[in-house]
Every structure is written in structure tokens, then in C-alpha cells.
């Protein structure tokens, strides 16, 4: 519980969350060259990006709303050990947030003459750091929903919003094996934005969810 005068998790979760979705198109208006359709928000970060330190802000804002969703998701899934696992989950993928916020694209990874580069082994370190924290974050999180699920269900949540959890799971696996296998193609930067809306939107929704359960007073326990 938050002391009064401070911010809950999920309000955090909640504000971190929307700083993110709004420093996406602040950072776009900065880059008139850029295509939100076809390339990835982390270009917009990129050394070569004008508008970098608007979306490196975004990143840092996405994980402590992503942290404070894992918090809120510990305090609100006190029973079985299943949505604590996934909460612990929540909290690894914001704090890998960090490190993919400060460590820089190089350039566009969606568009050819990067993703060439990219495929050649030529791009910088912090290029590749980001790349590969980013591939992390996105598995953790996925892997945050199954066990997460399961927590809802055993603190009284609704079985329907189990059943979706499971689902942005599945899907999230879906998206992640096409982006290492045949690409996103011309809508790569679209795809993503959904993906991601949808994989770290998920525990955001699920801490608020699960807060109007606690503050309703429904049955806490084994789901039947």
C-alpha cells in the first residue's frame, strides 16, 4: 500500500506507461524523415536520431512504469507462488528497460542499409546491447503472463481476464519468433507498436484490474 500523498504502483504503472505512448509521436514531430509505419520506435533513440534524448526519456519512463506494475502485481497476488513469479517477472523487464534505453541504436534496424549492417557484424556495441536487452525484456515479459495468469486466478481475479493474459502470452511467443525468422516487413514499425502496446500494456491493465478487485472486496483464493 502507498502512504497517503504517494503515488500507488499501478498509478505509476499507469503514468509510465502513457509518458512512453506519448513520447513516441513528441519524438516523431522532432524527425520528419522518420516512418512510424515502416521503422521501430527505437530508431527514434538512435545516435543519428534528433530527437534521441525525447525517446531515451520514453524508455526510462516505460520501465519505471513497468517496474512499478511488477510491484503492484506482488503486493495484489499475495496468494500462491505463481503470481509472484510473474510479478518478479514484471520487475526484470522494467529494470531491463534501463539498459535498453541507455544503450543506443545506431541506426534504423528495420530499414536495409542498417539491418545489412546489422547482419554484418559492423554496428557498435551499445548498438548490439540494445538489440539483444530488448529480444530479453520482450521474452521475460511474455514468459510474466502464463505464471501471472495463473496468480489471477488463485487471488479471486476474473477467469476471463486469466484466459487473455494467457492469450497476449501466446501471441507476444507469435510475434517474437516472426521477428527472428521472416521479419515484419513493410509495416515492421506498426507491427511493433502493437506488439508492444499490447506486452507491456498487459501488466499495466492487470495491476488496475486487480486493485478494483482487492478494493470491491471480491473472494480472494482458489478460483473453481
Not at 513469479?85 to 520487475?91: E, F, M, N, R, S
Not at 548498438?127 to 536487452?133: E, S
Amino acid at each position: 500500500m502507498s502512504t497517503p500523498g504517494t503515488p500507488s504502483p499501478s498509478r505509476l504503472a499507469v503514468s509510465g506507461f502513457a509518458a512512453f505512448a506519448l513520447s513516441i509521436p513528441l519524438a516523431g514531430a522532432f524527425h520528419p524523415d522518420y516512418s512510424h509505419v515502416r521503422e521501430g520506435i527505437s530508431a527514434l533513440a538512435a545516435t543519428d536520431s534528433p530527437a534521441a534524448p525525447i525517446m531515451i526519456a520514453g524508455f526510462l519512463a516505460l520501465a519505471l512504469g513497468t517496474v512499478a506494475a511488477g510491484v503492484a502485481l506482488w503486493v495484489r497476488l499475495p496468494v500462491g507462488v505463481a503470481g509472484r513469479i510473474g510479478a518478479v517477472l514484471v520487475v526484470l523487464a522494467g529494470l531491463g528497460m534501463v539498459v535498453v534505453g541507455l544503450n543506443q541504436q545506431d541506426c534504423s534496424e528495420l530499414i536495409g542499409a542498417c539491418a545489412a549492417a546489422e547482419a554484418a557484424g559492423t554496428l557498435s556495441d551499445h548498438h548490439v546491447v540494445h538489440q539483444l536487452a530488448s529480444l530479453a525484456v520482450f521474452l521475460v515479459l511474455v514468459i510474466a503472463m502464463f505464471p501471472s495468469a495463473h496468480g489471477l486466478r488463485r487471488n479471486g481475479g476474473p477467469a476471463g481476464v486469466a484466459v487473455a493474459t494467457r492469450l497476449v502470452g501466446v501471441v507476444g511467443l507469435l510475434v517474437i519468433a516472426a521477428m527472428m525468422t521472416v521479419g515484419l516487413g513493410d509495416f515492421g514499425g506498426l507491427v511493433q507498436r502493437l506488439f508492444i502496446a499490447l506486452l507491456f500494456g498487459a501488466p499495466v491493465v492487470l495491476a488496475c484490474l486487480q486493485r478494483t478487485v482487492a478494493a470491491t472486496g471480491a473472494p480472494v483464493g482458489r478460483s473453481r
